[in-house]
């Protein structure tokens, strides 16, 4: 394969510089977000990649028609243990994070909808994934729990 300075096909490397220039300004954007990091618990898991595209084939089955985040593409990084509640982000964009939780309800636009709402800081992440997590334990604690009662 021939070096780029010396290759006679010049589109590939203006594709090349336009991406290059795309990701710059998408690297911009991020760099003035405030990274949240996901520090999964017992009550709490990572959704393993070979797995990703039956949980995405599931909540866009499960979302009613007119709920706000069928406007985005969803990508699921976490669920909560023995619920229908995720952790998603904006798969294009990859800069919003959101908890959906199928067990609750709100109303948006005189619409009911699964309840969802946007993670904005990091304590209020590990304040919600910390809450799950006594839930968890208090669950385990109960008779039964270990059988699946």
Not at 28 to 44: G, V
Not at 82 to 108: N, Q
Not at 122 to 132: I, P, S, T, V
Request: aromatic content about 10%.
């Amino acid at each position: 394969m021939m070096p780029p300075s010396r290759c006679r096909c010049a589109a590939p490397h203006r594709a090349a510089k336009g991406i290059s220039a795309a990701l710059n300004e998408s690297h911009n954007e991020i760099r003035n977000m405030p990274l949240l990091t996901i520090t999964c618990n017992d009550a709490w898991d990572f959704i393993p990649l070979e797995f990703v595209e039956e949980e995405i084939k599931f909540i866009e089955g499960q979302l009613q028609p007119a709920h706000p985040l069928r406007a985005i593409k969803l990508l699921p990084l976490a669920k909560c243990w023995r619920k229908f509640k995720y952790l998603v982000e904006d798969e294009d964009s990859g800069d919003s994070l959101w908890v959906l939780d199928m067990h609750r309800k709100k109303r948006i636009r005189g619409k009911t909808c699964y309840y969802f709402k946007r993670m904005e800081t990091q304590e209020e992440l590990d304040a919600m994934l910390g809450a799950d997590y006594e839930k968890w334990v208090q669950s385990m604690k109960d008779a039964g729990a270990w059988y699946g009662e």
